[in-house]
């Protein structure tokens, strides 16, 4: 294996510093910068009458090589912006600097009129999105600040093809082209985030969208992304520093409009912090900055749950009261030396820490029946309350450095080492049980399925704790290192300026879960009052735990057994080449070749004596090769159809893996791993054309296709056990899947209809729609697991700089969607569809000071699970709902 990367980086080297010199030439550069002196990103810089043009970076800046030297006339293009064409002499051997300052192309009778805030951000996203060689999208900070959007899934939810999963009622996971989260690749400043605890899929909801710049959605691969991005990869680019002084500072308050029927002290308040500070100094050379968010938040809910045996019969309705305090807090620190236009250095640090309070009330009403008929009555009728607290900690660190040359023959180079650790850390985890018989005569004038947890049945029969009070702790930590060196070399061929570019990556990563659990039994007769729950938040850690009347903790080894610790390395390199062949016609076609090592290791403890049995380790290896290839053909400077073929891969969790089994002795649920599971390969087929307009309207609409072998889903069958009803899950490795789509996107500035009122509001929708098959080991075919069939967003803003008004209004589709699969059709898990009304607004009351308000699922979504598809012969499995949220605040800018 290694002796195959280092034929690859010797291959590597040939090509790039195989390309001609050219006497006589020189070099232009310089930067692009709007009306306020704010670089313009992605902007396009021509040389008239030739070939030689270039697309300024993330910070406006741009170069082009070789040129021959003599006398022509330089434009610029932007979303947008307009700029005089600018006349300049180029002498060989003196590279010229040129800034050219672009003015906002909207006239009016008084002159030029500034764009607002979110269309300037939009002018940012297009220009980006619109000169890629690759299918992506771009939300800039702009845009989802001015959105009701709290976190980073929640900032995605606007573009088109992506989906969200909501916990709590915040976003969390997304959906990419109806690809679920362990298939897409999420990043920060374009480093992968480790996944959650079980899944490879990273959760958002610990990322604030405040201490972001902009977020890029790759939808198709190319050789220089990570494999491992079969739907696609999100890159969070947080803050850097700024081109002068600047200071901006938000705060907020509001309230979550939650059920909440046992709540005793947390509220449900809200409240948003943020502070963002940088400035330059050294003539320009050195940057600094610091950024630092807070969010707390307070939300309760009813969840509804309801379990079937095989006929139909209801043997569980459980009623769950959750308490959630959540508080986000993160710092993104860094710097950047600038030695001169061509050397820059960077480094950064950004910590977040998130943590998750909860307090469940929970109660199970249990029945049995003599009779299997659905309408057979209740025999015998139990119930059992639990109160269960913890805490979930998660903390990230991120250390990252690295920094971009570029050599006079054109050649650039960047690289980036970087170290990310994640704790996930519950410390606290208590829970007491109770239980208690009752008689079915509740049920001469009452429906089993409508008993709840605030019923005081029987008041003078009590609950008895009938259970050990248990207690948990659990900390998973995960450790990532990465080293990324690119190189790229600009060449002529056919007249034409194309780059050839190759690089390598090491990214090793390092997990270790640690879960301990134990048991007291009471020493004394402990009841509960009916309708009430225990101590709601009394954990063990609190000094008032002695005083209860329980014996000595009891260690519970089958949960000790559920330990390991796990090693990842992948060593990657790609060649990629991306060749103007004529003025309109561009491709970027590679290879990525991918070398992937995972190891495990735990020990076996005896479930009963606790003593160490044996240690269990294994590892295996391979290899992909991934080609693909992007291509755009652009008709002209507006319009251009866009293609891609590419192969992608998704790699198995560790705990997928490692031969265990997760019990849950008081949910009545199993989780097995499953050792021989395989990874998911996939080629994908992409194609859209885009249509852009100089008032930063656009419409677009592209298919695309994903064939998939070795899909890996979830399957969830229902087992009885000395009558009781287990849920057991298992990841399983299905047979050939594919996905087919499209999707739909147009935005349109009224302003072209001439009407006043119109003149400054914005209509934004987008539509996708996917259809997907994937075979199950028993031959029966099912849609792909998270991936629903309609998505939908629909935006109306009206941003007037004038009067410093802005109004959003955006509204947000989802449709039905599998969760699980069962043994049988009727029992597989569906989510259904969602629609979400959000609105903010914001006044601009000077050039410092502005008031803004949030308001969030005005349309009080309720969150519903089924046995079965919904959109036919359906059995109710879940609901749980939230209500709307209201913020109002301050944002202040110097």
Avoid at 681 to 704: A, C, H, K, Q
Wanted: with cysteine; hydrophobic share 30%.
């Amino acid at each position: 294996m290694k002796h195959n990367l280092y034929l690859i980086l010797t291959g590597i080297c040939i090509a790039l510093f195989s390309s001609n010199s050219i006497g006589q030439t020189t070099d232009l550069y310089g930067k692009i910068i709007g009306p306020s002196g704010d670089p313009l990103p992605y902007a396009q810089i021509n040389v008239l009458e030739t070939t030689f043009a270039s697309i300024t970076d993330m910070d406006g800046n741009y170069h082009i090589n070789n040129v021959p030297s003599g006398k022509y006339e330089i434009s610029a293009t932007y979303l947008g912006y307009n700029a005089d064409v600018v006349s300049v002499t180029l002498e060989p051997g003196n590279p010229l600097k040129l800034n050219i300052m672009m003015n906002a192309d909207v006239t009016e009778l008084d002159g030029v009129t500034v764009y607002g805030e979110y269309t300037k951000g939009q002018a940012k996203s297009l220009n980006e999105q619109k000169n890629a060689v690759s299918i992506k999208n771009i939300v800039s900070s702009e845009q989802f600040s001015t959105m009701p959007d709290r976190n980073g899934a929640e900032a995605l939810q606007r573009i088109p093809g992506i989906s969200i999963v909501r916990n709590r009622g915040e976003g969390q996971n997304i959906q990419i082209r109806g690809m679920a989260s362990e298939y897409n690749q999420v990043q920060m400043n374009g480093t992968p985030m480790p996944g959650g605890e079980d899944s490879r899929g990273a959760a958002l909801d610990f990322m604030s969208a405040d201490i972001m710049e902009s977020i890029e959605v790759k939808k198709t691969l190319t050789p220089d992304m990570d494999g491992g991005a079969i739907g696609g990869a999100v890159n969070f680019t947080l803050k850097d520093a700024p081109s002068e002084f600047t200071l901006r500072a938000i705060t907020s308050g509001g309230k979550n409009f939650h059920a909440d029927p046992f709540n005793d002290g947390w509220g449900l308040g809200q409240q948003n912090h943020s502070l963002y500070v940088g400035n330059r100094f050294f003539n320009d050379k050195l940057g600094v900055y610091a950024t630092g968010s807070y969010y707390l938040t307070n939300r309760g809910t009813v969840l509804e749950e309801y379990t079937l045996n095989d006929d139909d019969q209801l043997t569980r309705k459980r009623w769950n009261d959750y308490d959630v305090r959540r508080e986000r807090y993160g710092y993104n620190v860094g710097m950047d030396y600038k030695f001169d236009d061509n050397n820059i250095i960077r480094a950064s640090y950004n910590s977040n820490f998130f943590n998750d309070d909860r307090r469940r009330g929970r109660t199970n009403f249990n029945y049995k029946y003599d009779l299997d008929t659905p309408d057979a009555p209740v025999a015998s009728f139990t119930e059992d309350r639990e109160t269960q607290t913890r805490a979930k900690r998660t903390m990230t660190d991120m250390f990252g450095i690295g920094g971009e040359h570029r050599f006079k023959s054109g050649l650039k180079l960047d690289y980036k080492a970087t170290r990310i650790k994640t704790v996930i850390d519950e410390p606290d985890g208590t829970q007491y049980y109770f239980s208690r018989t009752l008689g079915t005569h509740h049920f001469d004038n009452m429906s089993p399925w409508d008993l709840d947890g605030t019923m005081a049945l029987e008041p003078d029969n009590m609950l008895e704790m009938n259970k050990p009070v248990r207690i948990d702790t659990k900390e998973n930590t995960e450790l990532d290192h990465s080293f990324t060196i690119n190189a790229s070399q600009p060449f002529r061929f056919l007249g034409e300026t194309s780059t050839i570019s190759a690089g390598y990556k090491m990214w090793h990563k390092d997990k270790v879960n640690d879960a301990r659990r134990a048991t007291m039994e009471n020493l004394e007769p402990i009841y509960l009052a009916p309708g009430q729950f225990y101590r709601r938040d009394l954990r063990f850690t609190d000094p008032e735990f002695a005083d209860l009347p329980l014996g000595s903790p009891q260690e519970n080894y089958e949960v000790k057994n559920q330990n390991y610790q796990a090693d990842e390395i992948i060593n990657s390199g790609y060649l990629m080449g991306d060749i103007q062949w004529t003025s309109k016609f561009n491709t970027l076609i590679g290879a990525r070749i991918e070398a992937t090592r995972n190891s495990y290791e735990f020990r076996e403890y005896d479930e009963n004596s606790g003593e160490y049995v044996r240690t269990l380790s294994d590892n295996s290896s391979y290899i992909n090769v991934l080609p693909s290839i992007n291509a755009v053909y652009r008709f002209n400077e507006k319009n251009m159809l866009k293609a891609a073929v590419a192969q992608g891969l998704s790699r198995p969790s560790f705990t997928a893996l490692i031969p265990r089994e997760v019990i849950d002795d008081e949910n009545f649920t199993k989780r097995l791993s499953n050792p021989d599971l395989q990874p998911a390969v996939s080629t994908n087929f992409d194609l859209i054309f885009e249509r852009y307009t100089d008032n930063m309207g656009y419409f677009t609409f592209g298919v695309f296709a994903k064939f998939l072998e070795n899909q890996i889903y979830t399957s969830k069958n229902f087992v009885e056990e000395n009558g009781q009803i287990w849920e057991i899950t298992r990841p399983e490795n299905g047979e050939s899947s594919h996905l087919y789509g499209f999707e739909v996107a147009y935005s349109k500035n009224l302003r072209d209809f001439n009407v006043p009122m119109l003149k400054w509001m914005n209509v934004m929708a987008n539509y996708t729609y996917t259809l997907s098959e994937q075979e199950l080991e028993d031959g029966r075919k099912v849609v792909m697991g998270n991936s629903p069939r309609d998505m939908a967003n629909f935006i109306l803003t009206y941003d007037n700089p004038k009067n410093g008004l802005m109004i959003a209004i955006a509204g947000n589709y989802r449709g039905p969607l599998l969760i699980d699969v069962a043994d049988r059709q009727d029992r597989d898990v569906y989510f259904t569809s969602q629609f979400h009304l959000d609105i903010s607004a914001s006044y601009k009351v000077n050039n410092q000071f502005s008031v803004f308000t949030q308001m969030n699922n005005l349309t009080n979504q309720m969150e519903i699970e089924t046995y079965g598809n919904p959109t036919h012969d359906h059995l109710l499995h879940q609901t749980e709902q939230y209500g709307p949220t209201v913020t109002v605040g301050l944002k202040f800018e110097l």
